[in-house]
């Protein structure tokens, strides 16, 4: 599965990655290898970062559903119980 961004996201990055270069290193970069370099990245690394994500909320989620049987348990066959301590409220 490759990692797409959006256009107009794709397009603000490799601006960020041009200005990193003008910045930070000695050569400045140029539209179409900044894309590569995106594309490198988008290849080579953000399916660590993808997957790290996917983790956490695999993680999240199986708490969640954890807390469902607490939040939401009810309690079965009470009825009996309820009609032999008539004081205890329903």
Partial sequence: MSIDIPKDARAEAIASIQRYFDENMEERIGNIAAGGLLGFFLEEIA??????????????????????????HEEAFTYWRRRQNPGRSR
């Fill in 47 to 72: 399916p660590v970062i993808y997957n790290q994500a996917v983790a956490d909320v695999q993680e999240r989620l199986q708490a969640r559903v954890a807390d469902l049987d607490i939040e939401l």
